[in-house]
């Protein structure tokens, strides 16, 4: 089971910040938090991951609590493009480890 | 754009019959993990392959196999299949190494597999 809880739907306006919240209550110390999206019927996307330090690359940025038990991936100016399923995923360094995904976020960016 | 090359992208077989799909990793990775993603679902893990061996398995019966290649390339075949086998397959390549956490996963658009 995905480790990770998050909003089915979330709306946002073409041009504004969106805002996207991830809980991960029971994160463990090596755990690191994982962003992707999937724009309909393509491949997941990497978007940013990160620690315990807040993140930001040209796609975004990660904000994880100083607790680490929840986080937000932040896209600072939403386009019609941004439009999709994003997901949250905690992941540890051990050796083997994969992603497990849960159902995700579905972003809409309205004009 | 990841690198990662899936094919066939459709695929349209009958219960019972056995398919084979394949992946190219992106150059530089040695890593290849698989992922089966039914309608509406986010991916599940299928298993992944680290030098030719698999290196980690989901829940998922013996009829899910693979292979992975000397150039790192990878196969999953499925034997007997059943309509529930009708997906999204999704492979993603990776480079496992000292810092496993930041070894990111980089997936192919997948093959999408229908069962009849």
């Known amino acids: 089971d995905a480790k990770t809880t998050q909003p089915t739907s979330m709306d946002c306006a073409e041009g504004r910040a969106a805002n996207l919240p991830c809980n991960h209550s029971t994160i463990s110390g090596n755990e690191y938090v994982y962003w992707y999206r999937q724009i309909h019927s393509q491949g997941p996307q990497y978007i940013i991951h990160g620690l315990k330090n807040n993140e930001t690359n040209e796609m975004a940025s990660l904000i994880i609590t100083e607790d680490r038990k929840s986080s937000t991936l932040i896209l600072p100016h939403a386009t019609l493009r941004d439009t999709a399923v994003y997901y949250c995923?905690?992941?540890?360094?051990?050796?083997?480890?994969?992603?497990?995904f849960g159902p995700g976020t579905r972003l809409s960016v309205l004009p | 754009e990841t690198g990662v090359t899936q094919s066939p992208t459709h695929l349209i077989k009958t219960r019972g019959q056995q398919v084979t799909l394949r992946c190219s990793s992106q150059s530089g990775h040695n890593t290849v993990s698989w992922y089966q993603q039914a309608l509406g679902q986010g991916p599940q893990f299928i298993f992944q392959y680290y030098r030719e061996e698999e290196n980690g398995r989901g829940n998922f019966p013996p009829r899910f196999s693979g292979l992975q290649f000397p150039n790192y390339s990878s196969e999953l075949n499925v034997n007997a299949l059943e309509l529930d086998d009708s997906a999204l397959y999704l492979c993603a390549s990776s480079s496992t190494g000292a810092f496993l956490a930041k070894n990111i996963q980089y997936f192919g658009a997948g093959t999408r597999l229908s069962v009849l």
């Open positions: 995923i905690v992941r540890g360094d051990n050796y083997g480890q994969n992603f497990v």
